[in-house]
């Protein structure tokens, strides 16, 4: 990656706002990534008396201000698109976010534009972001029927339909980590049980180490973390897993179990050429990936009748959905 383009290129950036981070690129006419940025995701329920979205849209700005420093973008206006957790409507509005509850409800396009003045901003779901930067160059190139789900925080989904990314009536389709999977399950951020987020995403990938934690199958993870179950997380469980550690592989092959269920029953529905795992927890690699493929075979309908379903990792990796921030602000202009 090079800190800096050349004054003839033109770049657009692109912010992705997760639930630790907000993450951003510079993208170049190219396609390639110039510079990236990242702080922290800002809580305003921690603060009183903030704006909702407002200290988001702040950490966006800063991000967009970093890049801007070490990207030169000499054309006007400058193109900001911006990846959002939750339900963000046709004009810009994060209607519901159970992930980001302190900018639910706000105009954030508009608080992003207030911020950075000389640019055109946009506003998408951060899952559909993703999925058109994995149609446009990574793992759903040329492939018309689709799903793509990141594991993060939570749980996001795209759906490509004859090679477009589907948005819905309102914008919100594709919300699939509220998929309830156990009506008695945990409670839900989004005010319901058992959603299928509670047991495969990176939150799930918690819950179910502190079980294998308390239950005694890791022994060597918790010593690594001073002895107390609770201190276990996800990332440990990733670490322990590639050197070896057998219960850390075990809680991938229940976390895998769990990516397979929720991916059987959208394949029922929507009968995709392949589904692609992005997010951070795909940053296990085939950790995850092959106890989901060896699940998915056995709980999907008619498995060994039907051809076969590809399930395959992103290849942008974490920018996969800032550089499709990137890419529908970019088209937002030409438009």
Known sequence: ?????????????????????????????????????????????????????????????????????????????????????????????????????????????????????DATVVLENDANCATLAEQTYGSLRGVRQALMVTLGTGIGGGLVIGGEVQLGASGFAGEIGHMIVDPAGPPCPCGRRGCWERYASGGGLGRLAREAAYAGRLPHVVAQVGGDPENVHGENITRAAVSGDAGAMGVLEELGWWVALGLANLVAMVDPERCVLGGGLAEAGELLLEPTRRAFEVLVEGGSVRPRIDIAGAALGERAGAVGAALAARSAGRA
């Open 1 to 117: 990656m090079t800190d800096r383009v050349r004054s003839d290129d033109s770049v657009t950036f692109g912010v992705d706002i997760g639930g630790t981070k907000v993450f951003g690129v510079a993208l170049d006419a190219a396609g390639a990534v110039v510079a990236e940025s990242r702080v922290a995701t800002p809580h305003a329920e921690d603060r009183d008396g903030v704006e909702p979205g407002a200290d988001v849209a702040d950490a966006v700005a800063e991000v967009v201000a970093s890049l801007r420093s070490r990207a030169a973008s000499p054309r006007a206006p400058v193109g900001v698109g911006v990846g959002a957790p939750g339900m963000v409507d046709r004009a810009g509005t994060l209607r519901f976010a159970p992930n980001l509850p302190g900018a639910a409800g706000s105009d954030l396009q508009a608080l992003v534009t207030k911020r950075v003045p």
